[in-house]
T-cell receptor, first 112, second 114 residues
């Protein structure tokens, strides 16, 4: 089975711009969650989607949003980028009723 | 408030010896615990997990121990190999339902010296 695929791997954006990141989960996984990793805060939960519905959201501002499509693929959007949004953004998928999440390689976002 | 803590930022061991990585948690609602291994510029790789109804789970060279009363878990790697050198994250969840999310510790950098 193919793993979780995230695109693009690297991205450089300017402050004030917006960005969209993409995630394709493992086939058959309906749950997709997103995490932000920074040196200071570590890995922090952004949100989880299941069957196109956001089920849980972390403590991030409304500039961070996401969606999930009927094929379980997910996108994450960050609007009005700030320097502090520079981070590794990780997507994870998991089977139903299982706690183990499987991560993609991440998208490294740099805001300049 | 950090609900999952890994108090040792780094650990260095000799090849062939045991590596013990520790993790403490404060949230009594956590009922599932996981360990992930991460190399730079890659996503975390799932290693091993344990449910709160167990106190030990073993998978090859990796064993996780859970002490619920102390809110403490540890990952033992025996024998350690140079390829085990990576950052290890402890994570916890409150269940796989609609409130699912993983809460991570800040990681421990393990270096296994040949």
């Amino acid at each position: 089975k193919a793993g979780v695929t995230q695109t693009p791997r690297y991205l450089i954006k300017t402050r004030g711009q917006q960005v969209t990141l993409s995630c394709s989960p493992i086939s058959g996984h309906r749950s997709v969650s997103w995490y932000q990793q920074t040196p200071g805060q570590g890995l922090q939960f952004l949100f989880e989607y299941f069957s196109e519905t956001q089920r849980n959201k972390g403590n991030f501002p409304g500039r961070f949003s996401g969606r999930q499509f009927s094929n379980s693929r997910s996108e994450m959007n960050v609007s009005t980028l700030e320097l502090g949004d520079s981070a590794l953004y990780l997507c994870a998928s998991r089977p139903d009723r299982v706690d183990e999440a499987f991560f993609g390689q991440g998208t490294r976002l740099t805001v300049v | 408030d950090q609900q999952v803590k890994q108090n040792s930022p780094s650990l260095s061991v000799q090849e062939g010896r045991i590596s013990i990585l520790n993790c403490d948690y404060t949230n009594s609602m956590f009922d599932y615990f996981l360990w992930y291994k991460k190399y730079p510029a890659e996503g975390p790789t799932f290693l091993i997990s344990i449910s709160s109804i167990k106190d030990k789970n073993e998978d090859g060279r990796f064993t996780v121990f859970l002490n619920k009363s102390a809110k403490h878990l540890s990952l033992h790697i025996v024998p350690s190999q140079p390829g085990d050198s990576a950052v290890y994250f402890c994570a916890a969840s409150e269940g796989g339902g609609s409130n699912y999310k993983l809460t991570f510790g800040k990681g421990t950098l393990l270096t296994v010296n040949p």
